[in-house]
Structure formats: structure tokens, C-alpha cells
């Protein structure tokens, strides 16, 4: 008949290994469960194969840490991250359905693309946060075949007072039919005048 062998390997130390005071059946290397309801890993886990997780909440690392996750592959799907500013994370339970959520969406690619961020801190700027103003003490510059600045009012130079289109000495101003805070406008519909004052030079 069919024979029951336990083997315990050359010891190189005082092993001690204790039996649950449950009830179900033991686990090894040649059983172990493809799913899990539950699986707590202190230290190094390794998965050869796919693997999925499949619950309300997952957790990866130490709170408050320095832990690490590095993932050597591609997040595949439309919207790979979900993020929820930490809330979830520091409730007792889950958030509610449809709570406020920062989603990643990843349009079909026809290229291989390359996103670079920037050694900086700062906020990302999309097409609905773009400044109304960029304060800069060092160059800016804009390189482009074509620049198409769609404005009633535009001024080269030093900066308007708050509230007004008086430009100040040493700048350029451009401007369509409608007057500005100084009166400064075109004669007629679609066009523009130009006034340079305290002079101008290209």
C-alpha cells in the first residue's frame, strides 16, 4: 500500500515547528493554495507566474516607512493607478463608492512615448491649471515654427498695473477695437494698433 514518510532535513540549529490549534490541512511546497483568503508575508515575497489580488484592500510596505515597489513591467489597461489622496488609507474601512478619486488614463499609444519628470518640485500643470501668469527672474524663452496669441490686448515689456492696460515706459502694445482701461484701441473692427511707448526697438 501507499506509505506516509516525514523527512526532517539535516538541522543546522534548535527547530521548533508548532501545529495550530485549528483544524484544516497543512501546507508544503507541493500543495500550496493557488487562492487565498488571506495571506500575511513579513520580509521577501517572490511570485513566479501570474498572480492576482483580488480584494477590498491591499497593503505593500510599512506605514509611515521607506518600503519599495518596483514593478520590472507594464501596467496594462486604460487607467492603471487610482489614487485617493490617502483617504482610504487612514480610515477604518473602505471609502465609499464613488468617492473622489485622481485617475491616470493612458490613451491608445501609436508610438513608443517617453514622459520626463523634472528634477523639481512643483505642481503638474495640465490644460485646465495653466497659469494666467509665469514670474520668472531668468530667461524664458519660446521656440516654435508658429505662435498664434489669441487676445483683445497684448503688451511687450515691463508689466501693467493691476487692474488697467496703461502699459509703461519701454513696452509695445498691441490692441483690437475694444478700448482698453487707458482708452487705447483700433479705429476700426479687425484690426490693431500698435503703440510703442517710451520707444521700441526689434
Not at 23 to 32: Q, R
Not at 98 to 124: H, K, Q, W
Not at 132 to 144: L, N
Not at 157 to 182: E, I, K, Q, V, Y
Amino acid at each position: 500500500g501507499r506509505t506516509l514518510v516525514l523527512s526532517a532535513g539535516d538541522p543546522q540549529g534548535g527547530n521548533r515547528i508548532t501545529l495550530p490549534d485549528v483544524s484544516g490541512t497543512v501546507v508544503t511546497s507541493g500543495n500550496f493554495p493557488t487562492v487565498l483568503e488571506r495571506l500575511r508575508a513579513i520580509g521577501n515575497v517572490s511570485v513566479a507566474g501570474k498572480a492576482t489580488l483580488d480584494a477590498p484592500t491591499v497593503r505593500i510596505g510599512v506605514p509611515g516607512g521607506s518600503s519599495r515597489l518596483s514593478v520590472p513591467g507594464t501596467l496594462t489597461g486604460r487607467f492603471p493607478l487610482v489614487f485617493d489622496g490617502g483617504a482610504e488609507a487612514d480610515a477604518a474601512s473602505p471609502a465609499e463608492e464613488g468617492a473622489a478619486r485622481t485617475v491616470l488614463m493612458m490613451p491608445e499609444s501609436s508610438r513608443d512615448n517617453v514622459i520626463t519628470f523634472p528634477d523639481a518640485s512643483g505642481d503638474i500643470v495640465t490644460t485646465t491649471t495653466m497659469p494666467s501668469r509665469v514670474v520668472t527672474s531668468s530667461e524664458y524663452r519660446i521656440e516654435a515654427q508658429s505662435l498664434v496669441l489669441s487676445a483683445s490686448s497684448l503688451s511687450l515689456g515691463r508689466p501693467c498695473a493691476d487692474d488697467a492696460f496703461d502699459p509703461p515706459p519701454g513696452s509695445l502694445t498691441f490692441h483690437d477695437s475694444t478700448a482698453g482701461a487707458s482708452g487705447f484701441r483700433a479705429t476700426r473692427p479687425n484690426a490693431f494698433a500698435a503703440r510703442a511707448s517710451g520707444g521700441f526697438r526689434f
